[in-house]
């Protein structure tokens, strides 16, 4: 039982100190209820551990000692965020506080068996890496497909099936030879944006992706919904057009080029169908893109009434001129107005969200309660 009390006042200590961080002794203790004594007690033993270290000493306004501000030690570990698109793979380097110290993409060699690119992705972490992979403490990998519960079996991958093979995994985990995370990559985009970028002050969010494929993630109070299978938000498969065409066949890069081929239109990048005069060709084509996303846009306001929803990937770059027309279109269609916004973070969105729950599983080694993780880090 005192074993227990001790484990459990650490736990809220490292916690407070994480919250708050860089803090003093004594607002952990005002804040966690614990007496001054016993925080003082951890956070010495927390500094042995070389989890913690003084910082600097603040003069207080009182009379008496000053106040030593204390924080986490930043290079106790590293930990590697890795986005594999089907096109681009983007790797994100972070310390044990979740800032960034190094960024990397390169070409993704989408003709690679399952074995060969879970061990390359691997390999992208420790290039971006460099000498400090050595320190790397936690792997997370964000894929183009859904994820199940337990992340041991990956689903839906159109864009790139070599990640449904089983062999794609056991690749990863024997080439990192370090705990890993493995998820969707629009719900890494979503939690990368909501602690650094466009939905930074939305706990309750979604994220909507296109590019070579279509991603959706949602959350609910700073909660990424998952669901059994990992299928939650994938709307691409929404049979929405003639004779049940995918919503995604409807909406995203490659699909956009191969209907202006069909067509006989000279569409040389879909970036061509937003510029401000597009060609009396692309109209249809536009009309057609534009119910596609107004469809996908409903569909996640309908599921979880989000305070935002940001749009990310390659096509997401040129919609931000049109974005006060969609949701005025929105508006009239659901009666309530929900602010559409581009991703802040640009393509690493992905990169740093995984980097981000690779720190939160750092934490979770330290300790920290897994209720306490989604606030972290600050």
């Known amino acids: 039982m005192v074993q227990d009390a001790r484990s459990i006042n650490r736990t809220l200590v490292l916690t407070e100190l994480l919250r708050q961080r860089p803090t003093t002794r004594s607002r952990i203790a005002k804040s966690t209820g614990i007496s001054a004594t016993t925080v003082s007690r951890i956070v010495d033993g927390l500094k042995d551990d070389g989890v913690v270290h003084d910082i600097s000493d603040r003069q207080t306004a009182r009379r008496g000692r000053p106040a030593i501000l204390v924080d986490v030690v930043p290079e106790l570990g590293y930990v590697a965020g890795v986005d594999i698109g089907a096109t681009t793979t983007r790797t994100v380097i972070a310390d044990l506080v979740g800032k960034t110290v190094a960024r990397f993409d390169a070409p993704t060699p989408a003709e690679a068996s399952a074995q060969d690119l879970g061990e390359w992705a691997v390999a992208q972490a420790e290039a971006a890496a460099g000498p400090l992979w050595d320190r790397v403490t936690h792997l997370a990998f964000g894929v183009p497909g859904a994820v199940g519960a337990g992340q041991s079996a990956i689903t839906n991958a159109p864009n790139l099936r070599q990640v449904e093979d089983e062999m794609f995994l056991a690749a990863l985990h024997r080439a990192a030879g370090r705990p890993i995370s493995v998820d969707n990559d629009a719900n890494y985009a979503l939690v990368g944006e909501q602690k650094r970028g466009a939905a930074r002050q939305a706990p309750t969010a979604a994220m909507l992706t296109i590019g070579t494929g279509l991603g959706v993630a949602l959350a609910i109070d700073g909660r990424i919904i998952r669901g059994r299978r990992g299928l939650v938000g994938e709307y691409g498969y929404l049979p929405v057009g003639p004779l049940g065409t995918r919503l995604e066949h409807l909406i995203t ?17 879909p970036a061509e169908l937003f510029s401000a005069r597009p060609g009396p060709d692309l109209a249809g084509l536009r009309a057609q893109f ?30 931000g001129p049109h974005l006060t027309d969609y949701e005025a279109a929105l508006e009239r269609n659901l009666q309530v107005r929900t602010p559409l916004q581009v991703a802040e973070l640009g393509d690493f969105s992905g990169a740093t969200g995984a980097a981000i729950t690779a720190v939160q599983r750092a934490y979770s080694a330290l300790g920290v309660r897994d209720e306490d993780i989604t606030a972290l880090p600050r």
């Open 290 to 319: 534009d119910q596609a996303l107004l469809v996908a846009l409903t569909a996640v306001i309908v599921s979880n009434e989000p305070a935002v929803i940001v749009l990310g990937g390659g096509i997401a770059h040129s919609l």
């Open 253 to 269: 890069g490659p699909n956009l080029t191969r209907y202006a081929q069909e067509r006989g239109i000279e569409l040389r990048s």
